[in-house]
């Protein structure tokens, strides 16, 4: 009974005594809290995520077992190379959350992109023991399995991922890389001509339009591979790849003079890049070579 009246004393002091109520101060730390997370967000989405980093830490002061807290602070570590702080965050997130399949496979995906592929593996796996269905659990094995050199495996896992998820871009266009490193071109001209044709022509990426002019010009089809890599050429933030690989594709096709001018006209868009600059001394090379020999039967140099 002594017990009882205690406590009913030490709660109702405040009252009697006019004292600050300490739920009012929690309430102000809730809103204070709230106002952190909300800065935080904001400067995220602005780009400024040291801030951002700032202001989530204040936030998980006062709410240290928010799951969500945890993975903002974590994606704010991601955008500034932290990856080891990341991983952290998640992982405490992982555990407020019950182990979150989704969560799991983010993790993973973190320590994978840290260079850790066995414990990328072994969150793929509780990924999948919690989910069987997430196709990104499924896309995360196989990206571990790859690591290892198991293309066969890792495609078979990539495959399980579209069975759950038909339209996933990324999986599509590592279907169609592994399906071209066993030496099924045609099957990964398939694949990724089908990813292409998913969407309209502004909205096809850039790196699936390289992939399919590599496998038209592995199949002896210069002419189409052409016309891939000149609509990824076309655009405004052309990669300096994109146009080694058109004019790879002009060489092929018997056109070195437009093969050279696609280079010169690329160096001037990206003139540090070595790769460019490489590729255009090979080539004037290759047809001060020829020129020097004479045009066989016709003019090589259209």
């Known amino acids: 009974m002594l017990f009882f009246w205690l406590i009913a004393g030490a709660i109702a002091l405040p009252f009697l005594t006019g004292c600050s109520c300490p739920w009012k101060g929690a309430d102000l730390s809730v809103a204070q809290s709230n106002s952190w997370i909300q800065n935080g967000m904001a400067a995220a989405r602005a780009g400024r995520h040291h801030q951002a980093e700032e202001s989530l830490k204040q936030a998980i002061a006062v709410r240290p077992v928010d799951p969500v807290l945890r993975e903002h602070l974590a994606d704010s570590y991601v955008q500034q190379g932290k990856l080891q702080l ?4 998640l992982t405490y997130a992982v555990g407020q959350s019950e182990n979150d399949a989704e969560l ?5 995906s973190l320590y994978l992109e840290n260079g850790q592929w066995i414990p990328a593996a072994q969150f793929a796996t509780l990924a999948l023991e919690t989910d069987r269905e997430l196709p990104q659990a499924w896309a995360l094995r196989a990206e571990t399995k790859l690591v290892k050199g198991q293309l066969s495996d890792a495609l078979a896992d990539y495959q399980r991922a579209l069975s759950h998820r038909s339209d996933y871009p990324e999986v599509q266009l590592k279907v169609a890389e592994v399906q071209q490193s066993l030496g099924r071109p045609l099957r990964a001209f398939s694949t990724v001509e089908k990813l292409l044709n998913q969407t309209s022509i502004e909205q096809q990426s850039e790196s699936a339009l390289l992939l399919a002019g590599r496998l038209l010009l592995e199949i002896s089809q210069p002419a189409q591979a052409i016309e891939k890599l000149q609509i990824a050429a076309a655009r405004e933030n052309a ?5 080694v690989q058109l004019s790879n594709a002009q060489l092929a096709f018997g056109q070195p003079s437009q093969a050279r001018l696609t280079l010169v006209n690329a160096q001037n868009l990206h003139p540090d890049s070595a790769l460019i600059a490489s590729r255009l001394n090979d080539l004037q090379e290759n047809i001060q070579s020829v020129a020097s020999l004479g045009p066989p039967n016709g003019d090589l140099t259209r």
């Open 86 to 89: 990341a991983i952290e965050q």
């Open 239 to 243: 990669s300096a790849d994109c146009f």
């Open 104 to 108: 799991l496979v983010k993790l993973g």
